[in-house]
């Protein structure tokens, strides 16, 4: 645990280069819950290895976005991760800047912009399939322009 525990240590100081302060705990049951009035944690960034842990699976729905950290990317821990009620999963090797802009939007209090998405195809149709499926899936296309023929 001590590997772990000097890990997560070396992750909160490259954290700090991106003005997150944070605090490292060895177990979920050390998170300390915010009293009324107080502020909890932003975000919370664990190991895969604490994936099912009951506390964090309240964190998860109660007081912050779960992040998990795994040393594999393979698709089992995808699915621990996912059935864990994380908004996002980080696999080895560790990306900073991209964990640092997951946390950026995980932790904004700006609701996400949709996608502008251009949809280019010659047959009208199936552009205004696709369109209709964009919406859907809570996309913006971008206007809708045709092209004389």
């Keep these: 645990m ?3 525990a000097h890990t997560a240590r070396q992750l909160a100081a490259q954290l700090k280069s991106f003005a997150y302060q944070s605090l490292v705990v060895e177990h979920p049951t050390q998170i300390p819950v915010p009293l009324p ?11 895969t290895t604490f994936c ?11 007081t912050a976005p ?8 393979d698709f089992a821990d995808r699915l621990k ?8 999963y ?28 251009l949809i280019v ?3 009208e149709a199936l552009a205004a ?16 322009r045709t092209r004389a023929r």
Aim: aromatic fraction near 4%; charged fraction near 15%.
């Design 129 to 144: 399939f696709l369109q209709v499926c964009c919406k859907r899936g809570a996309c913006k296309p971008a206007p809708s």
């Design 37 to 47: 009035g107080q502020v909890g944690p932003a975000a919370i960034v664990a190991a």
């Design 90 to 117: 980080c696999p080895a090797p560790l990306d900073i800047n991209a964990l640092a802009g997951l946390l950026d939007r995980v932790t904004s209090a700006e609701p996400a912009r949709p996608y502008r998405i």
């Design 66 to 73: 779960l992040i998990f950290i795994s040393g594999s990317n």
């Design 121 to 123: 195809d010659d047959d």
């Design 52 to 62: 099912g842990d009951p506390v964090l699976t309240q964190h998860a729905d109660t």
């Design 2 to 4: 001590e590997a772990h």
């Design 81 to 88: 991760a996912v059935q864990a009620g994380a908004s996002a």
